[in-house]
Structure formats: C-alpha cells, structure tokens
C-alpha cells in the first residue's frame, strides 16, 4: 500500500531550522510533483512549496528566502529545508504529489517558539 511517512518536525526558537522529510513508499515518485503543505488550526491546508519531475520549485510568498525544497527520486524522499523560523511558520506539515495525490500521512508538527 502506497505511503506518507513524514518526519523531521519538533520544537525549536525562532530563527533556529529544522529540514524535513517525507517517504513515498510503494509508489511511483520521480514522475511526479512533490509539495509540502503545511496546516494550522482553523486554517486549510496551504501551500509551502512544490518541486516538480524535473526539479522546478515553486514557494509560497511567506517562505521565500528561508525555505528550500529538494528531492532524492533514489531515496522516493523529499526534503524541506527551513531556515530563519518564525513562530508563524508553527503548524503541521504534510507532504503529497501532484497529480493523483495520495492519502495523506500523520504529518509532522513544527512548533517555532520562544
């Protein structure tokens, strides 16, 4: 059965960093765009940033400058570097691929506080 496993998440001080990943398992995954969501209480899901089959990236305005999308099609993992924390960066991130996204993962929390 094809799989999310995210990770990398957890508590850090703002301006700290934290890179996350994300496993697809059993399933095509070089094919395919990867993005990172990120989802806080009371909000949709939003949009962090994407990277395409040919490694193309796309941000959010927020995240422009910090973030940083990449992919290991070897390892079918992709990666969210995050840099200069803010506490509105605070959510659960989540990661699929586009199109025929996936059932989604557990997610992993970030929590960006002092």
């Known amino acids: 059965q094809v799989q999310l496993v995210e990770s990398g998440g957890g508590l850090v001080q703002p301006g700290g960093s934290l890179r996350l990943s994300c496993a697809a398992s059993?399933?095509?995954?070089?094919?395919?765009?990867m993005v990172w969501y990120r989802q806080t209480p009371g909000k949709q899901r939003e949009l962090v940033a994407r990277i395409t089959s040919t490694g193309s990236t796309i941000y959010t305005d927020s995240v422009k400058g910090r973030f940083t999308i990449s992919r290991d099609n070897a390892k079918s993992t992709v990666f969210l570097q995050m840099n200069s924390l803010k506490p509105e960066d605070t959510g659960v991130y989540y990661c699929n691929r586009l199109p025929e996204p996936l059932r989604w993962g557990q997610g992993t929390q970030v929590t960006v506080s002092s």
């Open positions: 059993g399933s095509a995954f070089s094919g395919y765009t």
